[in-house]
């Protein structure tokens, strides 16, 4: 199929991109389009205006900022996969990366562009709510910065408003002495994973993620708890969901297998860094 008719901007500032946005609220940024192209292509998307941010400067960037790791909207996964700044600072980001689709998807896609889509069975969205991130948007009353907290509000769906461009994400660094994790399973590597789990380690603290277990990215504490029980106590606070990939009881055996290791994982990623 080809997508629908649109109107098409290319602005050479940000505040032009706010303005654009702003005249038509059924409007779209294209930033990789990894996500968003195929679902022009499919119709399952149809705005009115495509504004292109590609060509406004500064938005590439990869920086270290209070500890943590800011990257800018047009910074490409494979960019931020490959920085060593970003793995050690925050090695849990590039552990993630690793397992976003393809190096060719990779080479144009950006992170950011994934933490708006907000596909619950993408890896940075969970990554981002599991180290307590935040994003940074732009819109005509300014700049404000949401919480990761507050990101993810339904299947596809953030709370980055229509007339807003999403500048940068912030993933805060790891902790001297604690330990981070991540594993996925998918039919094939580069698949959408039918589940996957990443765990953050800091002293007792014990705290796990999953994509592609419910319809938003999911986070539970499991401090305190015992190892053999560990995937029974993290089901005991999510709702695996059905859909065509897999069943809700699958996904809740995969949360069983995956719960156990990366938690495993963490506390050895943790003994290694003392």
Not at 41 to 46: E, K, P, Q
Not at 75 to 89: N, T
Not at 180 to 187: D, K
């Amino acid at each position: 199929m080809k997508p629908a008719p649109f109107e098409y901007r290319r602005p050479g500032t940000l505040a032009e991109a706010v303005e654009a946005l702003a005249g038509e609220p059924n409007a779209k940024v294209l930033a990789g389009g990894q996500s968003l192209v195929p679902l022009l292509s499919m119709r399952l998307a149809a705005p009115a205006l495509l504004v292109d941010i590609n060509e406004i400067p500064g938005l590439d960037t990869i920086e270290i900022e209070d500890g943590g790791v800011r990257v800018g909207a047009l910074a490409r996964h494979a960019a931020v996969l490959a920085s060593d700044d970003v793995r050690r600072v925050q090695p849990l980001v590039p552990m993630a990366l690793s397992h976003v689709a393809h190096a060719t998807i990779r080479n144009r896609g950006t992170t950011v562009g994934s933490l708006v889509h907000a596909d619950a069975a993408a890896e940075m969205p969970v990554v981002l709510t599991l180290l307590g991130g935040s994003l940074e948007v732009e819109g005509p009353a300014g700049r404000r910065t949401i919480p990761a907290a507050e990101l993810f509000v339904g299947p596809l769906e953030s709370s980055v408003g229509h007339d807003e461009v999403a500048v940068s994400a912030y993933f805060p660094g790891l902790a001297p002495g604690a330990g981070v994790a991540f594993e996925e399973i998918a039919r094939r590597h580069g698949d959408y994973a039918l589940v996957g789990a990443a765990a953050l380690v800091e002293g007792e603290s014990v705290r796990v993620g999953y994509l592609s277990v419910s319809d938003v990215p999911s986070v539970v504490d499991l401090t305190g708890v015992a190892d053999a029980d560990l995937g029974e106590a993290a089901l005991a606070q999510l709702e695996p969901m059905d859909d065509i990939h897999a069943t809700a009881a699958y996904r809740a055996q995969l949360v069983r297998v995956l719960t156990g290791r990366v938690v495993r994982s963490a506390r050895d990623f943790a003994e290694g860094a003392r």
